[in-house]
T-cell receptor, first 114, second 115 residues
Framework: ETGVTQSPTHLIKTRGQQVTLRCSSQSGHNTVSWYQQALGQGPQFIFQYYREEENGRGNFPPRFSGLQFPNYSSELNVNALELDDSALYLC?????????????FGPGTRLTVT | GENVEQHPSTLSVQEGDSAVIKCTYSDSASNYFPWYKQELGKGPQLIIDIRSNVGEKKDQRIAVTLNKTAKHFSLHITETQPEDSAVYFCAASWGLNNAGNMLTFGGGTRLMVKP
């Protein structure tokens, strides 16, 4: 088990609503990455936060946004939910170092959009 | 951007046999290649990784090989056990900077180990 925790475990939202997902990183890790995993597929990189700033972004629209807090925990916000946003959302923490360290994943939040 | 292809999509082996999963990547700048195991209802678990300055790495029953010229890498599991049954993902990355990697994942391999 990694020290990465995510909340909530599951949630159901209606199309057009907004959602906030939360992640607490492993102790000593200052980098958090978010991934979207559709059913039966590999995770897809959404963005990464390092020391409270966005450090890189995948091919996701601006309605996907995030924050990182001084304790290195993080939030993923999704506005104007669409049916295709239904997926497992994973966060992964890693130590900021050179070369970049390993990423450890949390259990995920299962989002269903109806 | 990076593209990672993974084969096979499903693999069934008898307990005690070996299992091999192969991945190819497209971006020659990629320099970090982790493998993850994902069990039902859980997040991916890092099982082994390799960096581009190394050709092979082994950890007990698990080994990974990397051929940078051909842009492919493989996971080898020996003496498979029923608890090895899971979905395995390969990934490739180049460091965004010293903060972290942006991982591009393959499509996954469902490994079934029959007792």
């Amino acid at each position: 088990e990694t020290g990465v925790t995510q909340s909530p475990t599951h949630l159901i939202k209606t199309r057009g609503q907004q959602v906030t997902l939360r992640c607490s990183s492993q102790s000593g890790h200052n980098t958090v990455s978010w991934y979207q995993q559709a059913l039966g597929q590999g995770p897809q990189f959404i963005f990464q936060y390092y020391r409270e700033e966005e450090n890189g972004r995948g091919n996701f629209p601006p309605r996907f946004s995030g924050l990182q807090f001084p304790n290195y925990s993080s939030e993923l916000n999704v506005n104007a939910l669409e049916l295709d946003d239904s997926a497992l959302y994973l966060c992964a923490s890693s130590p900021g170092q050179d070369p970049p360290g390993e990423q450890y994943f949390g259990p995920g939040t299962r989002l269903t959009v109806t | 951007g990076e593209n990672v292809e993974q084969h096979p999509s499903t693999l069934s082996v008898q307990e005690g046999d070996s299992a091999v999963i192969k991945c190819t990547y497209s971006d020659s700048a990629s320099n970090y290649f982790p493998w993850y195991k994902q069990e039902l209802g859980k997040g991916p678990q890092l099982i082994i990784d390799i960096r581009s300055n190394v050709g092979e790495k082994k950890d007990q029953r698990i080994a990974v090989t990397l051929n940078k010229t051909a842009k492919h890498f493989s996971l080898h599991i020996t003496e498979t056990q029923p608890e090895d049954s899971a979905v395995y993902f390969c990934a490739a990355s180049w460091g965004l900077n010293n903060a972290g990697n942006m991982l591009t994942f393959g499509g996954g391999t469902r490994l079934m180990v029959k007792p």
